[in-house]
């Protein structure tokens, strides 16, 4: 028993290991049985039998009415004459016309006044010139000629002019075609055809006519079908009592169990009673075949994917422009970065030469102190208070100078290990361009454009190496700035300080005022000293915190990167997986159509008799 449509999809999704309608979905599956039942049929012919008649009556025209044919002798004019658009050919004039209506068994009208009184007549097919051919452009689609014979059983050779086929027998062959003849000639002309193999979507294939029908008929009323579903364009079927195979010319929608059915040939004989049967054929491949049509559309199928490792391998590309952008910007901020820290290194280097002058001013005061105390002895107490607190700002001077001292070489460390950030970006760079070239080639033997990929992530975690490095000699170089503010912030404590014991000295004696204002001057003179290194230390600081800001955008981009990088190894482990696809359709394709084409046997011409 032939495999019905459902069974024989399954047998397709198994070759497939595919489950469900993830991987190919049901209209794929449909479009690509129905593509292969075409193909399929070119080794392994689907044949389909119609039947044709020749048309040869002649006669004599006895009237010579305008626009009509007249003939009482022979009387043999039928209804359909009109309806298949019979061709009048005047052989004593050679004229030609076409019949448009049967008003007697004697009289037709025809679409042209070419007919005198005895003039001669012969009548052809529809589109015809000669009584050896038949029209077979009503035909459903245009299907293919396997074989011809006239009368059956007997092949003839032929040629086709579009939609006429003429056969090649002499003239004489063909007998007299008048259907009113007490014995009828044969003239049925068997015509196979190969058409496309049919397998019926359809879970029940037998039905009952719902209503009679005349013969000619090209439509059928069917009820008794399934409570739903489609009789699909081209699939065929055959009715009680009748011997032709039907063609369905139309989809044709089942409701309730009923439908209206297009076919083709028009019916054969009259539709007598509703209790006839029709049965829609259910596969016309032979149970061998099933296997091997399974294999053949699952190969397609496959193959047709192809395109998918296209577009993964094309958002691979353009996921890279993104990558790129995004390690763009990270170069950006690294150079932006590099160049705040060698702004405030510029103006920590400012701070232990302004300290020093500081420290000069702060040498004359203790001149200056010196003296004041030996002018004013009656009160060195506080004179040397003063000066206890002058020597303590000294040792915070050194103090302040010492760790100032420190951040040069720790900011040089810095720029270092953001140099080394460049070059291992420079090389992820390289690796991605590099990378790209085979991105587009999909190479599968050797993941080239992977090995770059990552050779790329390698370098970006190295840079990401060297960023925490300078972040660290970073926060070294704050740290010690803040202890050198510390250390000036006391000096400033101890300024005030000794202004305190000089203001209390110049209060309470007359100490040497001239040497006494000058220490003063000094004093306010290492005090400007002292507010311009915080201002450069305050710069520096912000210079600091602007290079911090964007190495930690640095970081930010850096993990678009690596994502954007992810992404694309992905992508391009999907297309090969897709490009795997393909190649096992390709060799299934092969071993089909190999097997097909050793099972053909070579189609022959031969000469047949012409009498």
């Given at each position: 028993?032939?495999?019905?449509?459902?069974?024989?999809?399954?047998?397709?999704?198994?070759?497939?290991?595919?489950?469900?309608?993830?991987?190919?979905?049901?209209?794929?599956?449909?479009?690509?049985?129905?593509?292969?039942?075409?193909?399929?049929?070119?080794?392994?012919?689907?044949?389909?039998?119609?039947?044709?008649?020749?048309?040869?009556?002649?006669?004599?025209?006895?009237?010579?009415?305008?626009?009509?044919?007249?003939?009482?002798?022979?009387?043999?004019?039928?209804?359909?004459?009109?309806?298949?658009?019979?061709?009048?050919?005047?052989?004593?004039?050679?004229?030609?016309?076409?019949?448009?209506?049967?008003?007697?068994?004697?009289?037709?009208?025809?679409?042209?006044?070419?007919?005198?009184?005895?003039?001669?007549?012969?009548?052809?097919?529809?589109?015809?010139?000669?009584?050896?051919?038949i029209?077979?452009?009503?035909?459903?689609?245009?299907?293919?000629?396997?074989?011809?014979?006239?009368?059956?059983?007997?092949?003839?050779?032929?040629?086709?002019?579009?939609?006429?086929?003429?056969l090649?027998?002499?003239?004489?062959?063909?007998?007299?075609?008048?259907?009113?003849?007490?014995?009828?000639?044969?003239?049925?002309?068997?015509?196979?055809?190969?058409?496309?193999?049919?397998?019926?979507?359809?879970?029940?294939?037998?039905?009952?006519?719902?209503?009679?029908?005349?013969?000619?008929?090209t439509?059928?009323?069917?009820?008794?079908?399934?409570?739903?579903?489609?009789?699909?364009?081209?699939?065929?079927?055959?009715i009680?009592?009748?011997?032709?195979?039907?063609?369905?010319?139309?989809?044709?929608?089942?409701?309730?169990?009923?439908?209206?059915?297009?076919?083709?040939?028009?019916?054969?004989?009259?539709?007598a009673?509703t209790?006839?049967?029709?049965?829609?054929?259910?596969?016309?491949?032979?149970?061998?075949?099933?296997?091997v049509?399974?294999d053949?559309?699952?190969?397609?199928?496959?193959?047709?994917?192809?395109?998918?490792?296209?577009?993964?391998?094309?958002?691979?590309?353009?996921?890279?422009?993104?990558?790129?952008?995004?390690?763009?910007?990270?170069?950006?901020?690294?150079?932006?970065?590099?160049?705040?820290?060698?702004?405030?290194?510029?103006?920590?280097?400012?701070?232990?030469?302004?300290?020093?002058?500081?420290?000069?001013?702060?040498?004359?005061?203790?001149?200056?102190?010196?003296a004041?105390?030996?002018?004013?002895?009656?009160?060195?107490?506080?004179?040397?208070?003063?000066?206890s607190?002058?020597?303590?700002?000294?040792?915070?001077?050194?103090?302040?100078?010492?760790?100032?001292?420190?951040?040069?070489?720790?900011?040089?460390?810095?720029?270092?290990?953001?140099?080394?950030?460049?070059?291992?970006?420079?090389?992820?760079?390289?690796?991605?361009?590099?990378?790209?070239?085979?991105?587009?080639?999909?190479?599968?033997?050797?993941?080239?454009?992977?090995?770059?990929?990552?050779?790329?992530?390698?370098?970006?975690?190295?840079?990401?190496?060297?960023?925490?490095?300078?972040?660290?000699?970073?926060?070294?170089?704050?740290?010690?700035?803040?202890?050198?503010?510390?250390?000036?912030?006391?000096?400033?404590?101890?300024?005030?300080?000794?202004?305190?014991?000089?203001?209390?000295?110049?209060?309470?004696?007359?100490?040497?005022?001239?040497?006494?204002?000058?220490?003063l001057?000094?004093?306010?003179?290492?005090?400007?000293?002292?507010?311009?290194?915080?201002?450069?230390?305050?710069?520096?600081?912000?210079?600091?915190?602007?290079?911090?800001?964007?190495?930690?955008?640095?970081?930010?981009?850096?993990?678009?990167?690596?994502?954007?990088?992810?992404?694309?190894?992905?992508?391009?482990?999907?297309?090969?997986?897709?490009?795997?696809?393909?190649?096992?359709?390709?060799?299934?394709?092969?071993?089909?159509?190999?097997?097909l084409?050793?099972?053909?046997?070579?189609?022959?011409?031969?000469?047949?008799?012409?009498?």
């Amino acid at each position: 028993m032939p495999r019905d449509y459902a069974s024989f999809t399954t047998l397709i999704t198994q070759k497939l290991q595919s489950a469900g309608t993830a991987d190919f979905s049901v209209s794929e599956v449909d479009n690509q049985i129905e593509e292969c039942l075409k193909e399929y049929a070119i080794y392994r012919p689907h044949l389909v039998e119609m039947v044709f008649k020749l048309e040869s009556r002649t006669g004599t025209d006895v009237t010579g009415t305008a626009s009509k044919l007249t003939d009482t002798v022979e009387a043999q004019f039928v209804a359909a004459d009109a309806d298949e658009e019979k061709v009048v050919h005047n052989t004593t004039d050679n004229t030609w016309a076409v019949v448009t209506a049967q008003d007697s068994t004697s009289v037709l009208s025809i679409s042209a006044n070419i007919m005198a009184a005895n003039e001669k007549y012969e009548l052809y097919n529809k589109r015809c010139w000669n009584r050896k051919q038949i029209y077979i452009g009503d035909l459903y689609q245009s299907p293919e000629i396997d074989s011809v014979e006239y009368p059956r059983g007997s092949r003839r050779n032929w040629k086709l002019y579009g939609d006429v086929l003429e056969l090649d027998v002499d003239n004489a062959t063909i007998p007299d075609s008048d259907s009113t003849l007490t014995t009828l000639a044969d003239v049925d002309v068997l015509v196979r055809f190969r058409r496309p193999h049919v397998l019926s979507q359809l879970t029940d294939w037998v039905g009952k006519l719902a209503a009679t029908a005349a013969a000619a008929a090209t439509s059928i009323s069917a009820t008794s079908l399934q409570s739903a579903g489609t009789i699909e364009e081209g699939e065929e079927l055959y009715i009680e009592n009748m011997r032709s195979l039907y063609v369905v010319t139309a989809a044709a929608t089942i409701a309730t169990n009923t439908a209206l059915i297009s076919i083709y040939p028009g019916l054969e004989a009259a539709v007598a009673s509703t209790a006839w049967t029709f049965t829609i054929r259910k596969s016309s491949l032979a149970p061998q075949d099933e296997d091997v049509l399974a294999d053949l559309v699952a190969a397609r199928l496959a193959i047709n994917k192809a395109p998918l490792a296209i577009r993964e391998v094309t958002a691979s590309i353009s996921i890279l422009a993104t990558a790129s952008s995004a390690l763009a910007n990270m170069t950006a901020e690294i150079q932006a970065g590099t160049t705040e820290v060698a702004y405030g290194m510029a103006e920590m280097i400012k701070v232990p030469a302004i300290i020093l002058l500081a420290a000069t001013a702060l040498a004359k005061i203790d001149a200056q102190i010196a003296a004041a105390t030996t002018a004013a002895a009656l009160n060195p107490a506080i004179i040397l208070s003063a000066a206890s607190a002058l020597a303590k700002i000294d040792a915070q001077i050194a103090a302040a100078t010492t760790a100032a001292a420190l951040n040069p070489a720790i900011i040089l460390s810095a720029a270092t290990a953001l140099a080394k950030i460049d070059a291992q970006i420079a090389a992820a760079t390289a690796s991605i361009t590099s990378g790209t070239a085979y991105i587009t080639t999909v190479n599968v033997a050797d993941d080239v454009a992977g090995k770059f990929s990552r050779q790329a992530g390698a370098d970006v975690s190295n840079g990401m190496g060297y960023l925490r490095e300078a972040q660290g000699f970073i926060s070294q170089a704050r740290e010690n700035q803040g202890q050198a503010q510390v250390d000036v912030a006391a000096g400033l404590g101890y300024l005030r300080e000794a202004q305190g014991f000089f203001a209390q000295a110049r209060d309470n004696e007359a100490l040497s005022g001239a040497d006494i204002a000058n220490a003063l001057g000094y004093l306010r003179e290492a005090q400007g000293y002292f507010a311009q290194a915080r201002e450069d230390e305050v710069l520096a600081t912000n210079y600091g915190v602007l290079a911090a800001r964007s190495l930690g955008n640095v970081m930010g981009y850096l993990n678009q990167a690596t994502g954007y990088m992810r992404r694309i190894a992905s992508s391009l482990a999907l297309a090969a997986g897709w490009r795997h696809y393909q190649e096992w359709g390709e060799r299934k394709l092969a071993q089909v159509l190999a097997r097909l084409k050793s099972q053909t046997p070579p189609r022959s011409k031969k000469a047949y008799t012409r009498d």
